[in-house]
């Protein structure tokens, strides 16, 4: 198989980014992408950074990435992990990489004594959900996520 994931280091800025990148264009939101390798260095591995992530290899070479964070659940007073991004590269897909990073991130959270380990996936992208729900997780098909971003996220907090 020769897969192997290790934590992200500063050095990986642009890898991540490339994989961002790729990812936001699966996702067709390539125009939605601000990163840069510049604020990937200071969100994810400046002195105040709450999120990591990790890379996947084949053969030494990066095929994919998953960046989290710890979140909280008040009824469990207890952290837990939530995965921002998992992406893997259409030459490697099929090679259990993503898979390998899920694993990973369950084993993080339970040694870091996680509640919970969360992720969304977009309702088209049935590649994804097949592997999640291969993996025993559940859709919380009860809760709708709401977001504030730019101009309506400005205007609210200035009301």
């Given at each position: ?18 994989f ?10 390539e ?13 994810i591995?400046?002195?105040?950074s709450?999120?990591r992530?990790?890379?996947?290899e084949h053969?030494?070479?990066p095929v ?17 992990l939530?995965?921002?991004d ?22 993080i ?14 309702d ?8 999640y ?9 009860e ?5 504030l ?11």
């Amino acid at each position: 198989m020769a897969l192997t994931l290790r934590e992200a280091v500063r050095e990986d800025a642009a890898t991540l980014l490339g994989f961002i990148r790729e990812l936001a264009i699966y996702e067709k939101a390539e125009h939605e992408v601000a990163a840069t390798v510049e604020t990937i260095e200071g969100s994810i591995f400046g002195p105040s950074s709450v999120t990591r992530a990790l890379i996947c290899e084949h053969h030494g070479e990066p095929v994919g990435m998953a960046i989290w964070f710890y979140s909280y659940s008040t009824w469990q007073a207890r952290n837990g992990l939530y995965l921002e991004d998992l992406y893997v590269t259409p030459k490697a897909r099929g090679l259990g990489a993503g898979k390998a990073m899920l694993k990973r991130l369950a084993q993080i959270a339970l040694e870091n004594d996680c509640g919970r380990f969360e992720w969304s996936v977009l309702d088209w992208n049935e590649p994804a959900i097949r592997v999640y729900e291969a993996i025993g997780a559940d859709p919380m098909s009860e809760w709708i996520r709401y977001r504030l971003t730019g101009d309506r996220l400005k205007a609210f907090a200035d009301s």
